[in-house]
């Protein structure tokens, strides 16, 4: 078997290039990590977690998976978020999600993907809880798809808030915010839906209120003529507008 030389060494690179900007950067970073975020994002290559904020190693805490999913029964993502929040006391906690995402793609084909297809009927439940709000999307495939992943987000966002971790941290007064944000794989920026939960007397509430801005998303879209399947960010843009 060959090695994958390139990739070694443009480790060696890349190494050599942050010791001589900070010589001691790695020496400090192997005695500890204290990162303020915990980062959970879909496994997709073009979704890299520290590039997009611009962060170095040490500043975030990643768990990824197929569709940034936050499943109750998930002891891998459980187990990254009680480290996050109970050992490194993580101040924020965001699922990033990402417009066209193959995962969420996946969830409401009909053919059938094998194994895959037991954790994306996570996403198919959000799809049929929110079947109604998502059909005015019924004739725009794309929108559809987009409408589907930020739900998805907000869904998981909420997942996270109710979990016992979360839960027993603000319990004991631990400041932890929960985020909810789509990254957009065409322009490189993050689309905060605004579900920001810092207590649990707010989780419902942003729960409705993310929830409804994709219902003034809908009827923006259904009263303005011209709307096309690429708008989706200036309706976005229309409608922060109208928040701020
Ligand atoms: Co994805």
């Known amino acids: 078997m060959k090695p994958l030389t390139p990739l070694l060494e443009s480790n060696r690179e890349w190494a050599e290039k942050v010791s001589d900007k900070n010589p001691q950067f790695f020496e400090t970073l192997a005695q500890q990590q204290a990162p303020e975020y915990l980062w959970i994002g879909c496994s997709d290559s073009r979704?890299?977690?520290?590039e997009i904020v611009g962060m170095l190693p040490g500043e975030l805490f990643v768990h990824r998976n197929v569709s940034n999913l936050v499943v109750h029964s998930d002891m891998n993502c459980l187990s990254v978020i009680q480290y996050a929040v109970e050992v490194l006391k993580v101040k924020h906690i965001m699922v990033v999600g990402h417009y066209g995402c193959g995962g969420v793609q996946a969830a409401i084909e009909t053919a059938p993907h094998g194994l895959i297809d037991n954790w994306l009927r996570?996403?198919?439940?959000?799809y049929n809880k929110h079947k109604e709000l998502l059909s005015a999307w019924a004739d725009e495939p794309q929108e559809h798809l987009d409408r589907l992943c930020e739900l998805n987000v907000i869904e998981q966002?909420?997942?996270?808030?109710e979990s016992t971790i979360?839960?027993?941290a603000w319990a004991r007064?631990?400041?932890v915010n929960v985020h909810g944000w789509v990254y957009g794989l065409s322009d490189g920026l993050l689309n905060d839906l605004e579900f920001n939960a810092c207590s649990q007397i707010e989780v419902d509430?942003?729960?409705r209120v993310a929830i409804r801005k994709i219902e003034l998303l809908r009827?923006?879209?259904k009263s303005d003529e011209e709307t096309d399947a690429n708008s989706a960010r200036s309706l976005w843009g229309?409608?922060?507008?109208?928040f701020r």
């Open 47 to 50: 979704v890299p977690a520290n």
């Open 122 to 126: 996570h996403i198919r439940n959000v």
């Open 157 to 161: 966002a909420y997942n996270v808030c």
């Open 166 to 168: 979360v839960q027993e």
């Open 173 to 175: 007064g631990q400041e």
């Open 205 to 207: 509430d942003q729960y």
């Open 219 to 221: 009827d923006m879209m």
């Open 238 to 242: 229309k409608l922060n507008q109208l």
